[in-house]
C-alpha cells in the first residue's frame, strides 16, 4: 500500500499534464454532428490504448523514439481537417455524397479519432516510455489509471459541450471550428518533424 498511493499519485498527475489538451478536441467532436459521442468515446479509449501499447513496448525494448519521427504523425490531423474543410465547401449535401461503406462509417469516425489522440500523444510517448523503463511492476496500475482517466476526460469533454451556457455556442460553431483545429494541430505536430531536414552531427 505505501507504495501504490504514490504510484496512483503519479498517474494521475502524469495523465492530466499530458492529456490536458485533449479536452478541446474532445469538445470539437462531441460539438460535431457528423460524430456520435459512442465514436468519440471509443476513438479516444483506442488512441490511449495504442499510446500505452506503444510506450510499453518501447520501454521493454529499451527503445527511444529519434526526434522528428513522432512528428510525422501530424499527417493524420492535417489530412482529416483538409478533408472536413473539402466536405465544409461543398455544404450539407457533401455527407451524403461522401458516406462510408454501410457499417463502416462508425468504424472509420472512431478510427479518425483515435488517429488525432495518437498524432497528439508526442507528449504521453516522452512521458509514459521512461516512466514504464522505471517503474515496469507499476505499469497494469498506471493502465487501469489511464483508463480511468479518459473516462473522466470524455465525459468532461462531453459535460463541456452540453453546458447551459457554453454547450449551445460550441455546438453552434463546433463543425465548422473542427477542420481548423485538426489542421492547425497537424501543422503544430508536423513542425517537430523539421528535425529530420537537420544535418546529423
Known amino acids: 500500500m505505501e507504495q501504490i498511493l504514490p504510484a496512483l499519485g503519479v498517474s494521475v498527475v502524469v495523465f492530466v499534464s499530458t492529456n490536458i489538451d485533449d479536452i478541446l478536441l474532445l469538445s470539437a467532436f462531441f460539438a460535431d454532428p457528423g460524430f456520435t459521442a459512442r465514436q468519440v468515446v ?14 510499453v513496448a518501447c520501454a521493454l525494448l529499451a527503445v527511444r523514439v529519434p526526434d522528428g519521427w513522432i512528428g510525422l504523425l501530424g499527417l493524420a490531423p492535417l489530412a482529416l481537417g483538409l478533408r472536413g474543410l473539402w ?17 463502416g462509417a462508425a468504424g472509420f469516425k472512431a478510427l479518425a479519432v483515435a488517429s488525432v489522440t495518437i498524432a497528439n500523444g508526442g507528449d504521453n510517448l516522452g512521458v509514459y516510455i521512461p516512466l514504464f523503463s522505471s517503474t515496469p511492476e507499476h505499469v497494469p496500475l498506471h493502465a487501469a489509471v489511464f ?9 468532461l469533454g462531453h459535460r463541456l459541450v452540453h453546458h ?6 460550441i455546438r453552434r460553431y463546433g463543425r465548422a471550428a473542427l477542420p481548423f483545429v485538426l489542421i492547425g494541430l497537424g501543422l503544430w505536430i508536423l513542425s517537430d ?4 531536414a537537420r544535418p546529423a552531427g
Do not use: I
Not at 461543398?90 to 457499417?103: C, F, L, M, Q, V
Not at 483508463?147 to 465525459?155: H, N, P, R, W
Open 42 to 55: 471509443a476513438g479516444q479509449f483506442l488512441g490511449m490504448a495504442a499510446l500505452v501499447l506503444a510506450s
Open 87 to 103: 466536405a465544409l465547401r461543398r455544404g450539407p449535401e457533401a455527407d451524403d455524397d461522401d458516406e462510408e461503406p454501410p457499417g
Open 164 to 169: 447551459p451556457v457554453l454547450g449551445s455556442r
Open 193 to 196: 518533424a523539421l528535425a529530420l
Open 147 to 155: 483508463a480511468v482517466m479518459t473516462g473522466a476526460l470524455c465525459a
